[in-house]
C-alpha cells in the first residue's frame, strides 16, 4: 500500500487534487491541514502515517513540516516527496522573508525535506535539476492524470468560419500579464481590421475589475468576454473547440509548468507563452511558441504567426500531440506516483 499525504490546504483546491488520484487501487490518500494554527497536529499525523509505510509527501509544509522530516523519513519503509512548486522564486514571497534570515530558513526547509528522501518527484524540468542538487534518486514527472488523453485524438484543426479566438485561462492578477494580452489584441485587431480578434479571458482573481476597466478604454477591443471561474465540463468543452490560440502572457508571476499549456496541448489548441518560470526549459520542442514577457509586440506577433500561418499551426499541434503521447504511459497521478516509487527498489504495487 502507497500512502500518500496532502499538505495542502484543506478546502475546495485540496479536494480537487486528492479526486484525481483517489479510488486507484493500493493508493492510500491522508489529507491533512497545512493551516498556520494546527501545524502541530499536522506534524503528528505527518509522522504517525510514516511509520513503517510507503510514503509520498504532496508539497512539503515548508518551514513547519521541517523539524519532522527527518524523522518521518526515518520511521517510512520507503519515504518521498513530490515537488510541484518553484520554491527557490517563491522564498522571496513567503511570508518568511519579513524576519532576519526568514528566506534561508524558508529555503533550508525544502532542501532538508528532499535531503532525508529516499527520491524526489519533481514537476518539470526545472524542478528536476534543482531536486538533483539535495537528492539522488530524482524522477521527473508531467502530472497529467487530469487530463483525458484519449480526447486528444478527437479534436481537429479549427475551421476558418469564425472569427480568430483567442483564450486565456488562469488567475486573474496583473502578475500574470492580462494588460499586456489585451495590448496585444489590440495591436492585432489595429493592423487585421478586417478580420477582427475575438478574445475569452477564464478565471477569476483580484485583478478582474481592472481588467474589466481596461479592456473597456482600450481600442480595437470590442470582443472581449469575460467568464469568471469555469469548472463546468460543457461549457470547457465549448471553449476548447472555439479556441484558435491559448495565450499564457505572464510577466512577473513565478510560473512553474502550467498545466494548462498541456491541457491545451491535449486538445490540438497552440500556445503562446512567455519565457518565465519553468516554462521555457519544459517546452523546448517547438510545441510552445516563446516570447518574452512583457514584450506586447512579440506577443502580438507570436499570436498572428498561430492565427493566420497555418503550416505554424499545424506544426505546433504536431509537437504538442507528441508530447502529451510521451506521458500518456501514466494516465493517473497516482499510477504515476506508485511506478515511480517501484523503481525507487523499495516498493512493489502489489504489497
Given amino acids: ?45 505527518l509522522v504517525k502515517h510514516a511509520k513503517g509505510s510507503n510514503v509520498i509527501v504532496f508539497m512539503p509544509g515548508g518551514v513547519r513540516v521541517s523539524p519532522v522530516m527527518r524523522l ?30 526568514g528566506d534561508n530558513l524558508y529555503l533550508g526547509a525544502y532542501k532538508t525535506s528532499m535531503i532525508v528522501s529516499d527520491f524526489v518527484i519533481a514537476r518539470g524540468k526545472k524542478l528536476s535539476r534543482i531536486a538533483r542538487r539535495f537528492c539522488e534518486n530524482v524522477y521527473e514527472t508531467i502530472p ?27 488567475k486573474l492578477i496583473k502578475e500574470k500579464g492580462i494588460e499586456d494580452l489585451i495590448d496585444a489584441v489590440s495591436a492585432i485587431n489595429k493592423r487585421n481590421e478586417s478580420c477582427e480578434v475575438e478574445m475569452y479571458i477564464a478565471g477569476e482573481g483580484p485583478y478582474k475589475k481592472e481588467a474589466e476597466h481596461y479592456v473597456g478604454k482600450k481600442d480595437n477591443v470590442n470582443n472581449a468576454t469575460f467568464l469568471g ?9 465549448s471553449l476548447w473547440g472555439r479556441a484558435d490560440v ?31 518560470g519553468g ?18 509586440r512579440q506577443i502580438s506577433s507570436a499570436i498572428e504567426e498561430v492565427l493566420f500561418n497555418k503550416e505554424t499551426k499545424k506544426r505546433m499541434v504536431k509537437k504538442g500531440i507528441e508530447r502529451v503521447e ?21 516498493y512493489s504495487v502489489a504489497q
Fill in 72 to 101: 518521518a523519513s526515518k520511521q517510512a519503509k520507503s519515504f518521498g516527496v513530490y515537488l510541484a512548486n518553484d520554491f527557490v522564486n517563491y522564498a522571496s514571497e513567503s511570508g518568511y522573508n519579513k524576519i532576519p534570515g
Fill in 229 to 237: 471561474w469555469v469548472d463546468d465540463k460543457k461549457v470547457l468543452r
Fill in 144 to 170: 497529467i492524470g487530469h487530463i483525458n488523453v484519449e480526447e486528444s485524438h478527437k479534436w481537429t484543426l479549427k475551421s476558418t468560419g469564425k472569427k480568430p479566438t483567442v483564450l486565456y485561462m488562469g
Fill in 1 to 45: 500500500m502507497l500512502t500518500w499525504i496532502s499538505s495542502i490546504e484543506e478546502g475546495k483546491n485540496q479536494n480537487k487534487f486528492s479526486n484525481r488520484i483517489d479510488n486507484i487501487e493500493n493508493i492510500n490518500i491522508i489529507k491533512v491541514t497545512n493551516k498556520k494554527t494546527l501545524w502541530l497536529r499536522h506534524n503528528w499525523l
Fill in 326 to 346: 510521451k506521458w500518456s504511459e501514466y494516465d493517473t497521478a497516482g499510477k504515476q506516483h506508485a511506478q515511480i516509487m517501484e523503481m525507487s527498489n523499495n
Fill in 279 to 296: 516554462v521555457e526549459m519544459e517546452y523546448q520542442n517547438g510545441e510552445v511558441l516563446l516570447v518574452e514577457p512583457s514584450n506586447v
Fill in 246 to 276: 491559448l495565450v499564457m502572457p505572464s510577466s512577473k508571476y513565478k510560473e512553474g509548468v502550467p498545466r494548462v499549456i498541456d491541457e491545451a496541448l491535449n486538445r490540438k489548441v497552440p500556445v503562446v507563452a512567455t519565457r518565465v
